[in-house]
């Protein structure tokens, strides 16, 4: 089990420690951390890729600074000047690549306005080093519209004029087509017709599409076939929930086997190589005895496998390539005690951008010259962060009662205490996890004084077949079983004051939040619902609208079937029951959770007598995108805490303040972004 080592935890109350001085903010010496300001946590990150040019003429950086978002290029060696920069506009460059030392292409995210409220669309695009602006691939403009095109199916090594892009197409039933777009004039030819349920297509390293891959509500298909005008057939058709899980990743040079991710052996995903003709695995590349595989590393030159991706604690790399694997620690060697990743380099493998970050920290990113081991800075992730006043996070393991091991993670706060209030924060999904890595939420609260863990409860993804299928039906019930758990088991830890622990939490997370203290009343002091689901059946007849219900019926419940025992997991219709103080949270315009489920949530407490802060915020979306967003709610949470957990009162007028409002007792008021707050009297 992994309990933390009170000793560590002693020490990780006093000070906070690290191996060497890099240029994002890592101390040199311990020291106490020092308040971090709200506007630091809350920046949208400064970099969000780096990659070198296959010549090594160029590198690009993937920048936002001040809300303008553009991609700056270098020339190398040396970072000193800008070759050339291409804006984009409103719109977020979610990535880019090079197609040559010249050329690149890209995928933007381009905001568009629907009734629900703000959403994006996705577009590729490409762009060269001596025409630095963005033209449309597969489309003429970026002008908005309801559909996305952003799949990239082929690089075509053999014809670097020319790509393979899927675009979905209407009459296909929603299924998607392959053309092959011109890169200098961006004119296009079918090259695979839409079908219909068919989503994904995978080429071969001779750019053949060889491979469809399709959903039709929870049935998965994927079909073969040998080469262009050969006839598709069906290698695999399951149920996504009653079968073993078979991803197609590549296509093998011989054109026979692929590369699939699958739990066939274990339960637990690992890669293998499957061959067509014989509907065989016939060689495991990778497994892990606890944890699935995410993808694979794969050389494009050659497409032999040299690795796995996968999340243990955090997100890296395995290599089972032996030259691969000894360039990674040849590399990773040069930051002691830091977690490295190898983000790109160029094919001669003379430059190498890395990035390097402590487990807790957002980190930054570096340019290797291998030869010389020369080591240039490139820039923070997110500046103004002093790694040195982040709080140290710990892996932990606890048994739930039903002796089912369950991962999670403790971050306690620079402060010398016996016990420290708790925030208890489980994550959204629920079929996502928690990992090592920075979360301004849990840095700004333990920043603030407070103890926060996190916990992989069951239904959470990357622990398996078993861990996941275990959280199916259980809302309310297994699941909050296990967060309780955890609980429980920082208290006997001597972690948590008992007196002092609060449940706060995003979507499913905002759910369990107020189920919390509905299930396990004596445990919590407070909760709060950041978007939180409060009507299930309701939700689910929302999502069977928009075509998510196919996958829900069994991981939550069909509405129809299991009716009443939903409602009896159901946060609004046991509103009554909650007694302790409760924030609610939640943007208006977002398209997962319909406000209208904190909205009633909050009136539900209301006519109960328990008068909620209630935070709407103007615009916001599922995930509160937007920075002005998550600083209000920043500021909101922080007064809660403070009045509710902290030693000293902090009051409602004093929780307006501080998110900049100064409403009457229980009026709401808007500032000049329209978002609203409104605190019960006390």
Not at 521 to 530: D, M, V
Request: net charge positive.
């Amino acid at each position: 089990m992994r309990a933390p080592n009170r000793r560590f935890l002693n020490r990780l109350a006093k000070m906070v420690g690290v191996a060497v001085c890099l240029c994002f903010g890592l101390a040199a010496e311990s020291r106490p951390s020092d308040r971090i300001s709200l506007e630091a946590l809350t920046r949208e990150p400064a970099i969000r890729g780096v990659a070198v040019s296959p010549g090594g003429q160029h590198l690009f950086i993937n920048r936002q600074i001040s809300g303008r978002r553009f991609l700056e290029i270098r020339s190398l060696p040396g970072l000193s000047g800008v070759a050339a920069r291409i804006d984009s506009g409103d719109a977020r460059i979610a990535w880019a690549r090079w197609i040559d030392d010249q050329r690149l292409v890209a995928s933007l995210d381009v905001p568009i306005s629907r009734s629900q409220g703000e959403s994006v669309v996705s577009r590729l695009v490409t762009a060269t080093v001596h025409e630095p602006h963005w033209t449309p691939l597969g489309r003429r403009s970026l002008a908005p519209s309801i559909r996305s095109d952003d799949r990239l199916v082929s690089f075509l090594a053999n014809d670097p004029n020319h790509i393979l892009m899927a675009m979905r197409r209407a009459a296909a039933g929603g299924g998607s087509a392959v053309y092959k777009v011109n890169l200098e004039t961006g004119r296009r030819r079918v090259e695979q017709a839409a079908r219909a349920h068919i989503y994904n297509w995978v080429a071969n390293a001779s750019g053949n599409v060889v491979l469809a891959i399709g959903y039709d509500g929870r049935t998965a298909l994927i079909e073969h076939r040998s080469g262009p005008g050969g006839r598709w057939e069906e290698i695999r058709r399951g149920d996504i929930f009653a079968d073993r899980s078979f991803v197609p990743l590549a296509v093998a040079q011989n054109n026979t086997d692929l590369v699939v991710v699958s739990d066939h052996e274990t339960g637990r995903r690992g890669l293998y190589r499957y061959n067509v003709p014989s509907r065989a695995f016939v060689q495991t590349y990778f497994r892990d005895p606890r944890y699935d595989v995410d993808g694979a590393v794969i050389a494009s030159e050659t497409g032999r496998v040299l690795g796995v991706a996968i999340t243990q604690d955090y997100r890296r790399r395995i290599f089972i390539d032996p030259a691969r694997a000894r360039l990674e620690q040849e590399l990773a060697g040069m930051f002691p005690d830091h977690v490295v990743q190898v983000v790109n380099s160029d094919d001669a493998e003379r430059w190498f951008v890395l990035q390097v970050r402590k487990p807790e920290a957002p980190g930054g990113y570096y340019l290797v010259q291998r030869s010389t081991r020369r080591v240039e800075f490139i820039g923070a992730v997110i500046p103004g962060i002093d790694e040195a006043d982040l709080a140290p996070t710990e892996p932990i393991t606890y048994r739930a009662r039903d002796g089912l091991l369950i991962d999670g993670y403790l971050t306690v706060p620079d402060l010398d205490a016996d016990r420290w209030p708790l925030v208890v924060f489980p994550h959204g999904g629920p079929a996502l996890r928690d990992q090592l890595e920075f979360n301004p939420f849990v840095q700004f609260m333990a920043n603030r004084g407070f103890a926060v863990l996190q916990m992989n409860y069951r239904g959470s993804s990357g622990y398996g077949r078993r861990h996941k299928f275990l959280g199916h039906g259980q809302w309310g019930r297994a699941i909050q079983d296990d967060i309780a758990d955890g609980v429980d088991w920082a208290v006997r830890e001597g972690i948590a004051d008992p007196a002092r622990i609060c449940i706060v939490g995003g979507s499913f997370g905002g759910y369990a939040a107020l189920m919390g203290p509905i299930r396990d009343p004596q445990l919590y002091r407070c909760a709060a619902s950041i978007n939180g689901v409060t009507d299930v059946v309701r939700w689910l007849r929302e999502t069977k609208r928009d075509g998510r219900f196919a996958t829900l019926e069994i991981s939550v419940g069909d509405p129809n079937r299991d009716g009443p025992e939903l409602r009896a997991h159901s946060p609004l219709l046991r509103a009554s029951e909650i007694e302790v103080p409760v924030m609610i949270a939640y943007g208006d315009a977002d398209q997962v959770v319909s406000p209208r489920h904190s909205e009633r949530m909050a009136d539900a407490l209301r006519r109960a007598g328990n008068d909620p802060v209630e935070l709407r915020l103007r615009g916001g979306g599922h995930n509160l995108a937007n920075s002005a967003h998550r600083m209000r709610l920043l500021q909101a949470l922080e007064g809660f805490l403070n009045e509710h957990l902290g030693d000293r009162t902090f009051q409602g007028a004093e929780v307006e303040a501080a998110a900049g409002f100064s409403p009457g007792p229980t009026e709401s008021r808007a500032d000049l972004t329209g978002n609203a707050i409104s605190t019960p009297s006390r």
